[in-house]
């Protein structure tokens, strides 16, 4: 008779084990990939990233999901680089180097690549005074030979309106390359943690518990959150 097999874990075995708050936050990674790679694939976006004008619809689509998708990035990215431990800043170098006699300064790229924010707007930093009231009473009398520009708000708000859209393109792509470059965020998120200013804001952000979010999605954005808090407090 054969003997029993025993089953012995290894320790690289015991160091993939996950706990249910390392599960919550790779479940929060692999679906924020998945939603960014929908959401480019459904406006379009090819090799080149020249995509100013959205129809309204479209617009109103991709500025909610950016509301919701970046504050999650920003915090999981803060987690990441809580685990692995703050960072001294680097030393201070010449910002401008001199460039060598004979020889061309490098080309700027035609497409930059944009690159995603760690650091979010502190409260009461950002002026928000809401705009004069405005009666709407059809558009105004222009003349031929003047140049007056166009007030888009003149016009009935249709859904299939054309509007400009290269800002929230340019924050797609650079949520993007963030997570294909997770390590380089990740350093980054380590020196700031170092400073005494806080990375995140303290309250949760609006895009978490607003609609079309669930209540268990609310519940899973505001454990994130929460654990990115207190990863990071307010030193200053």
Known sequence: MAPPIRLTAHPLMLSCMTTPADLLFHAARFSLEWLAGDMRRALGLGRLPCLPFLARWQLRQLTRFLAHAEPLLRRLILLMAADLGALAAPPQTDPTPHAAPGKAAPKRALFPTPHFRLCEALPGKTPRTPPPKRFRTGPRIRLLDADAPIDLSEYPAE??????????????????????????????????????????????????????????????????????????????
Do not use: C, W
């Not at 400009?164 to 350093?187: F, G, I, K, M």
């Open 159 to 236: 859904p299939d309106d054309i509007l400009p859209a290269t800002r929230q393109v340019r924050r797609l792509l650079a949520l993007e390359h963030a997570l294909e470059n997770l390590p380089r965020y990740v350093e980054a998120m380590r020196r700031l943690l170092a400073g005494p200013r806080p990375v995140i804001a303290r309250a949760l952000p609006p895009a978490f518990k607003r609609l079309p979010v669930t209540q268990a999605e609310q519940a899973t954005l505001t454990e994130l959150h929460e654990a990115a808090v207190r990863e990071n407090p307010d030193t200053s």
